[in-house]
């Protein structure tokens, strides 16, 4: 099974506030964008995905994401994390009904192909499946099946909210780099070890990384 991925991205001015602790406000834009683009990069390189559809109203990620291949889809809704998500999906299944389709975050800039494939594979036995992120709080990746919606609820406590949902939990070992997401300091200090994409390395490579 080969699925299509929705990775929403907000504009990138107002993106990664969290980092503030370690990003000037001036960079954090660009950090943001290269979280992207070495996590749609990686997704792409999945034998696992078929593509990918970036979610934003940002142009200038826009244009960035689509020079790699991904294609873009308008937030037309405007409605935040998952009016966005529900609205590519439907745009991804107008044309293609049976399509699985899984919501990717778009902060994973240690991305591995392979970790990503592991994951898909084990959603495709569900109706509906998600894999918590590092923190075990949050969600990096929830996955909808043919004939089902995604029906995301990101956002505050999304793990125990998509459990609640019905969504089947993924118990996973050794896929580290589906699970990091980056919304801190530490959480990028995390992700570094684990191996950051190039666009990521270049960037971080301005930063001040504080120690622990």
């Known amino acids: 099974m080969q699925w299509t991925l929705v990775v929403p991205l907000k504009p990138l001015a ?9 990003a000037a406000d001036g960079l954090r834009p660009g950090l943001a964008l290269a979280f992207a683009l ?12 078929k593509d990918v559809a970036v979610v934003t109203g940002d142009a200038l990620a826009g244009r960035e994401l689509g020079a790699l291949g991904a294609h ?3 937030d037309e809704p405007g409605g935040g994390l998952n ?14 009904p049976e399509t699985p389709v899984a919501a990717l975050n778009a902060d994973l800039p240690a991305l591995r192909p ?5 994951v898909l594979d084990a959603a495709a036995e569900f109706p509906r499946a998600f894999l918590p992120d590092a923190a075990k709080i949050g969600t990096t990746l929830l996955a909808a099946s043919p004939g089902h919606e995604l029906r995301s609820a990101f956002g505050t ?20 780099s589906v699970r990091q997401d980056v919304d801190t300091g530490a959480d990028l200090r995390a992700a570094l070890v684990l191996g950051v994409g190039p666009r990521t390395a270049a960037m971080a ?8």
Do not use: F, M, N, Y
Not at 14 to 22: C, F, P
Not at 114 to 118: D, I, N
């Open 38 to 49: 070495d996590t749609v990069a990686a997704a792409l390189a999945c034998p696992a995905v």
């Open 14 to 22: 107002r993106a990664k506030s969290r980092l503030s602790d370690t």
């Open 157 to 176: 406590d999304s793990r125990a909210r998509h459990r609640t949902s019905g969504a089947v939990e993924l118990l996973l070992d050794a896929v580290d």
């Open 114 to 118: 392979l970790e990503l494939a592991r």
């Open 72 to 74: 873009i889809v308008g």
């Open 205 to 212: 490579a301005r930063l001040l990384i504080k120690e622990q």
């Open 83 to 96: 009016a966005a998500l529900a609205h590519a999906a439907g745009v991804v299944r107008t044309s293609r």
